[in-house]
């Protein structure tokens, strides 16, 4: 059994250093794709909470929302907004969620959120239809991979070049005008492979636009096309060179505003009609180019030099009367009244809507050196790496004025930016880490390093031409983490971890000179089980902030009532539980199984220092933050044959601010809906290169108010039906 441990030992030592980044196979011309974590397999090892969806596990529900997706995730949140997953608001254990900007978002290892150190708001996300794989990591090893280390990393796989000449085809339809097409082909001959990839997806949306013949809908497109050269297996030097070339774009008929309680409980999926010319219309290009040098058999150098380009323009209603339409919302609801009809249709004054018109430029080079060397009778994992980036984001936001007369927009007068609607915001940053991994006996210790220097500037100016400017903020963040964490093997089966690590989140950059990044200690324990039919994690965690911030914006203003710059909240701590399970619970004779699939987050956070401004006090909670959160997925399935499954998601109500829950507080429009989700999913292998499937989502039509953010009451996504086909070549 010693023997049979240690075995075990070297061979994760293996799969850890061959999933931190590209390397050699055995098979000539196979580049694997860029992963933090590897097969589900390899998280028995990892000294915190590590979780693997595979290609496998995603084909088998179709689901192009990622907000589903990470359903089966432990500790991870999310807030709905738009019921399709465009703009996603992720969070990791409490970490916040507004616009997933507390969490290090990547792509193939590579950051993805338009300016992830200067505005990290991820306005841009990719399809999640095309997704290959998707890895969740937290805890010492988070560290790694910055520059959020507060609460984890979620890295999205792209489709890989394939090993030999292949492709795909998978066509969709479904209710409301859904049409999906996603397709790719690749090849590898001699030294040389490529793939070229596509991924459409449109509809005409769920929500009906009063007194209006547009649609809700959205029209996303995703296009990739890969380049890999390796140097032939005689070569001296062993090297690969793998280019990434990405272009996206959107049209989505979206919108800030929401509904007063008393129309969503009329009908969830109206949209005033003040709202009917609001658009966001975005593209993104990305280019990176990925190298690997392997100089023996221990050690490789893995280094990628990077650059995205995002432009969008969000016109949207902004404010009415001269109010936010947060506010006016709340007032309506509160009062109902004139507000009320006015978001009816009344008669109105001084409609504002915005152009929020941005350029985003994300562009880095990062090297991670990985060397495997023993001393005396510990094997030893180390690596090495550092990044440069640079991001910047440019604001060019005019207005124009409507009033509205007998329900419909009447054109008044445009007014061309000034102050925080012209303004550039950059940031320069150097990241440097150190991980090592010792195997000792039963034993795997993980020691990490993470340093980060980040330097932030913006400006704005007093005038549109962009002569004189009016402000300036300057701000800087250093700071160097640490984090320890063990693994015990106890046998081949059973694991038991322990963690401790450094959590760190820069201040974006409007912030003024002097504050602080948001700064915690994580701490973690407890135990895994893993077998071939079944696997469990159960893992305890408790997260002590020194200085929780946010990066205020419109869709999250902060509790000061700020739309931009960083407010510090203080100290707060979050504690939960995380259960995931997965297992094969019967297994016939004919090869007929039945799966089960269960994740549990339990989390309780809380402030526990009033701020400086008293906006935020010692007892609040942490907004979007539910206390209990699960997920269950079972049915049938024969392999290669047919499934079916369905999943069944329970989402506690949240509070949504701060205040919620002080004595005396008002709660009535202060809180989401408790809901649960049911989605089914059939297919049927016409043979071993065809399948067709139809899945229905929210089965049981249930409706409630799942966010009251940006401004309003929001529902998820009604019952929609869909059919598809797929076809591999």
Not at 441 to 464: A, M, Q
Request: hydrophobic residues 35%; negative net charge.
């Amino acid at each position: 059994m010693l023997l049979q441990r240690r075995l075990l030992c070297c061979a994760i030592a293996s799969a850890v250093a061959a999933g931190a980044a590209p390397a050699f196979a055995d098979q000539a011309n196979e580049l694997k794709p860029v992963q933090i974590l590897g097969d589900r397999q390899n998280t028995f090892s990892v000294s915190g909470s590590a979780h693997v969806l595979s290609n496998e596990d995603l084909e088998e529900k179709e689901n192009t929302d990622v907000h589903r997706m990470l359903r089966d995730v432990p500790g991870v949140y999310f807030q709905e907004e738009e019921g399709y997953g465009l703009r996603p608001n992720i969070g990791i254990r409490g970490s916040g969620r507004d616009r997933s900007s507390k969490v290090s978002l990547m792509e193939d290892g590579v950051l993805i959120a338009p300016a992830p150190y200067a505005a990290p708001a991820a306005y841009y996300f990719p399809s999640a239809g095309r997704f290959y794989g998707i890895e969740v990591l937290k805890g010492p090893d988070t560290l790694r991979y910055g520059p959020f280390t507060v609460g984890g990393a979620i890295n999205f796989l792209s489709t890989p070049i394939p090993a030999r000449a292949s492709g795909m085809v998978n066509v969709e339809g479904g209710e409301d005008g859904a049409q999906r097409a996603h397709a790719y082909y690749g090849a590898t001959e001699g030294q040389f492979g490529f793939m070229l990839e596509a991924h459409q997806q449109r509809t005409m949306g769920f929500k009906d636009i009063d007194r209006s013949n547009r649609d809700s809908g959205f029209d996303k497109r995703d296009y990739v096309a890969k380049l890999r050269w390796q140097a032939p297996e005689t070569a001296d030097i062993q090297q690969a060179f793998e280019l990434k070339l990405e272009h996206s774009s959107e049209v989505s008929d979206e919108t800030y505003l929401g509904l007063t309680d008393r129309d969503f409980e009329r009908d969830a999926n109206r949209r005033y009609g003040m709202s009917d010319i609001d658009q966001m219309d975005n593209d993104r290009d990305a280019v990176s180019l990925r190298h690997t040098l392997v100089f023996d058999e221990n050690t490789q150098l893995n280094s990628v030099v990077y650059r995205n380009e995002f432009n969008r323009n969000w016109y949207k209603l902004a404010s009415v009367e001269g109010q936010g339409i947060g506010g006016f919302v709340a007032d309506a609801n509160a009062n109902g009244g004139a507000k009320q009809a006015i978001l009816r249709g009344a008669d109105a004054d001084d409609l504002v809507f915005k152009n929020n018109n941005r350029e985003y430029v994300s562009e880095g080079v990062q090297t991670e050196l990985n060397h495997r060397f023993q001393t005396g009778s510990v094997d030893n994992d180390l690596i090495v790496g550092a990044r440069y980036h640079q991001d910047e984001v440019d604001r060019y936001q005019p207005t124009d004025t409507f009033d509205q007369r007998n329900g419909s927009l009447v054109y008044q007068t445009s007014t061309l930016p000034t102050g925080g609607d012209n303004r550039l915001e950059n940031a320069d940053a150097m990241s440097a880490w150190i991980i090592d991994h010792a195997y000792i006996g039963d034993f795997i210790v993980t020691g990490s390093l993470r340093y980060e220097n980040v330097e932030s500037k913006s400006k704005r100016w007093g005038d549109p031409a962009r002569n004189t400017v009016s402000a300036r903020t300057e701000n800087r963040n250093e700071e160097l983490m640490a984090g320890l964490g063990a693994t015990w093997l106890l046998n081949d089966n059973w694991s038991v971890l322990a963690g401790v690590h450094q959590g760190f989140a820069p201040a974006g950059a409007s912030s003024k000179k002097g504050t602080d990044a948001e700064k915690s200690v994580n701490y973690e324990t407890g135990f895994r089980y893993w077998n071939e039919n079944f696997s469990a994690d159960v893992i305890a965690f408790y997260s002590d902030y020194e200085n929780t911030i946010q990066n205020c914006s419109i869709a999250n203003p902060c509790p000061n009532g700020n739309d931009s710059g960083t407010q510090s909240f203080g100290e707060s701590e979050v504690r939960g539980l995380e259960v995931g399970l997965n297992s094969v619970v019967w297994e016939g004779d004919s090869g007929l199984q039945a799966p089960v699939r269960l994740t549990y987050t339990y989390t309780d956070g809380e402030i526990t220092k009033d701020a400086d401004d008293l906006s935020v006090l010692d007892g609040d909670v942490l907004p979007y933050l539910p206390e209990h959160l699960a997920s269950l997925t079972f049915g049938l399935e024969k392999p290669a044959a047919w499934s079916a499954l369905m999943s069944v998601s329970h989402t506690e109500g949240m509070c949504i601010d701060n205040s919620c829950d002080r004595p005396g507080e008002v709660t009535t429009f202060k809180r989401t809906s408790d809901y649960v989700i049911a989605d089914v999913v059939a297919t049927y292998h016409v043979n071993s290169d065809m399948e067709v499937y139809a899945k229905v989502d929210n089965v049981f039509d249930d409706q409630e108010i799942v966010s009251r953010d940006p401004a309003g009451a929001r529902p998820n996504k009604p019952r929609t039906g869909y059919l598809g086909m797929k076809v591999r070549f």
